[in-house]
């Protein structure tokens, strides 16, 4: 754990803040290792069922990986690949609350999420191809399958800066607010997923990715269905709809 990276978690929604603001929320490999290690705990009985990601100050959300250490040698593309990469695949579902611009690898860190809330008056850009870069191919795919072939040339080989209107055209935001209503509104929408039962929601993720890489195992996704069909949950539902009260979701 570092003082620049910080997890805590209330009820069954977990939220992940960066927290240097001093340079953009860039990531070095403190920042990385620690938030592998928190993503790497986010299982069992305990965890949450939602994740929130956000960036500290008002100004960006991230700014990708530090290019000092990137320079310098002490972390490679790589492990921010391998960072966002497990972020992807977290079983539960994810929102990016975007406070601020967003540059760079930070893009790719909030296109790992499920869900992105932005505030008005941001922008984005991926300056890759403006410095030399070829974007690392893990990175490349998950702007196509999030995003669309259309919107990712226009984000890595055009450079293209988008205001937040255009990142809401293109996709990359699910919803646009006023800075003073983000957190109120990502923390009612994360309380919300937290609410619906779990194994589903899990269950249709997975389905969700696998048909968006064109590698979904018929055979897994058969058996998802078939647990949801069979578990106390959907019992449970049911039960709460004849009754006309919440349902209480144990995730089985």
Do not use: W
Not at 148 to 164: H, I, Q
Request: net charge negative; charged share 20%; proline share 4%.
């Amino acid at each position: 754990m570092t003082d620049t990276i910080h997890y805590q978690q209330n009820g069954q929604v977990g939220r992940l803040l960066l927290n240097v603001p001093a340079r953009h929320n860039a990531l070095g490999g403190d920042e990385l290792y620690a938030i592998r290690d928190i993503l790497a705990g986010l299982h069992g009985p305990n965890a949450p069922r939602v994740l929130v990601v956000s960036g500290a100050g008002g100004k960006t959300f991230c700014a990708g990986a530090s290019l000092a250490e990137l320079n310098s040698g002490r972390i490679s593309g790589e492990l921010f690949q391998e960072t966002t990469d497990q972020l992807a695949a977290l079983a539960i579902p994810t929102v990016a609350a975007i406070n601020g611009n967003v540059f760079g690898g930070g893009v790719e860190l909030a296109l790992s999420c499920d869900f992105r809330f932005g505030v008005e008056g941001s922008r984005l850009r991926v300056p890759a191809a403006a410095i030399g870069l070829c974007y690392p191919v893990g990175g490349i795919q998950r702007f196509v399958q999030r995003l669309g072939v259309s919107a990712a040339k226009r984000l890595l080989l055009a450079a293209e800066t988008l205001d937040c209107q255009g990142m809401l055209d293109i996709g990359f935001l699910d919803f646009r607010l006023p800075r003073e209503r983000l957190d109120d509104e990502v923390t009612a929408f994360a309380e919300q997923l937290a609410s619906l039962a779990p194994l589903a929601v899990q269950s249709m993720k997975a389905i969700i990715a696998g048909v968006a890489a064109g590698s979904l195992d018929a055979g897994r996704a058969d058996a998802l269905v078939a647990q949801c069909r069979d578990s106390a949950d959907l019992q449970e539902g049911f039960a709460a709809q004849k009754e006309k009260r919440a349902p209480h979701f144990v995730g089985r």
